[in-house]
C-alpha cells in the first residue's frame, strides 16, 4: 500500500505526440480452481479476449497512441464473465474517441465511457433477474512516449522503472479505507478479508452516482514498462517476484507473469498486459 502514487486531480503531459514503437505482451489464464475466466481485457489492435487461455506479442508502430485495459469480473458473483465482457465491448467502441482526445481530455472521456459501461451491467443485471455484478476497471491510454492510467475497483497498473516496481494505482476496496483512516496497518490491510471488498466497480449501480475513475500522474515508457493486471497476479506472486519477471525483459513477460501465478496456486483467473516502448 505505501507504494501507490497518490492520484492527481489534473493531468499534464510535457511531451509532444510522435509515432512510438512499443511492444505488447497479453496473457489470459482461468487458473487451478476456476471453471470459467471472469477476466477480460481490450488490447489495441488485439481486441478483447476469446479464449478462457491465451497469451499473444505483438509490435505496434502505426501510431502514437493506444488503449489497453484488463476488467476483472467479480468472483463469486451472477454473471461476472458477462460484466467484464460488457465492459471491454464498451470500450472498443470508445477507443477512437479516446485515441484522438488530448489528455486534458482524457478524465471525462474515461468517466464518459465508465458511465456507459456501468449502465450496461446494470441492465444485464436487471434483465436477468440476477444478484449483484460488476467488473473493475485498470486502463492506460498512452500519447507519444506518456502512459495516462485509470483505475476503477481493484485491478491494478505497475510501472517497472531502475529496476523499482511501484503500484500505481490505488485499490478502491474497504482495505485501503480503513488503512486510511489508521483502523489497519498496510500489513492488516494486506491481510485482511476486507482486501477485496469494492468500494467501487462497473455495475455500482444503475445511476452510477460519484462513480468516477481514479487519475494519476502519467508515467514515462521510454524509461520504464507499464504491467496493467488482475488480482488474479498479484494474490499469487508478490513484488518481487514481479520484478524479478519483468527484470528478464522477454518479450512473452505477460505469458511469464500469468504462468508463474498458476504455478503459485492458481487460485483466480489472472490477466497480465505488459507495454515498452522500443
Do not use: W
Amino acid at each position: 500500500m505505501g507504494s501507490m502514487m497518490n492520484f492527481i486531480h489534473k493531468l499534464t503531459g510535457k511531451n509532444a505526440p510522435g509515432k512510438q514503437c512499443i511492444s505488447v505482451s497479453v496473457a489470459t489464464n482461468v487458473g487451478s480452481i476456476r471453471e470459467v475466466n471472469e477476466d477480460n481485457f481490450y488490447a489495441d489492435r488485439i481486441g478483447v479476449r476469446r479464449l478462457e487461455s491465451s497469451a499473444e506479442n505483438r509490435l505496434f508502430k502505426h501510431s502514437d497512441r493506444y488503449v489497453f485495459a484488463v476488467c476483472d469480473g467479480m468472483g463469486g458473483e451472477a454473471f461476472g464473465d458477462t460484466a467484464s465482457e460488457i465492459a471491454v465491448s464498451a470500450l472498443s467502441e470508445y477507443a477512437v474517441r479516446l485515441k484522438k482526445t488530448e489528455p486534458e481530455g482524457l478524465p471525462e472521456l474515461v468517466n464518459e465511457y465508465a458511465s456507459e459501461a456501468n449502465n450496461r451491467i446494470c441492465k444485464m443485471v436487471d434483465d436477468r433477474k440476477a444478484s449483484l455484478s460488476g467488473s473493475t476497471l485498470a486502463m492506460v491510454c498512452t500519447v507519444g512516449k506518456l502512459a495516462y492510467i485509470f483505475n476503477i475497483g481493484d485491478s491494478r497498473v505497475y510501472y517497472y522503472c531502475g529496476g523499482k516496481l511501484t503500484q500505481v494505482t490505488e485499490d478502491q476496496t474497504l482495505a485501503v479505507k480503513k488503512l486510511k483512516a489508521n483502523i489497519y496497518t498496510e500489513e492488516e490491510a494486506k491481510l485482511s478479508e476486507d482486501a477485496h471488498k469494492l468500494t467501487s466497480f462497473l455495475g455500482v449501480d444503475s445511476r452510477g452516482i460519484g462513480l468516477k475513475a481514479l487519475r494519476y500522474e502519467p508515467v514515462d515508457l521510454e524509461k520504464g514498462l507499464v504491467l496493467i493486471c488482475s488480482d488474479g497476479l498479484t494474490d499469487m506472486c508478490g513484488d518481487e517476484e514481479i520484478a524479478e519477471l519483468l527484470s528478464m525483459n522477454d518479450e512473452c513477460s505477460a505469458g511469464l507473469l500469468a504462468d508463474r501465478a498458476c504455478r503459485n496456486g492458481g487460485h483466480d483467473n489472472v490477466t497480465c498486459i505488459v507495454i515498452k516502448a522500443l
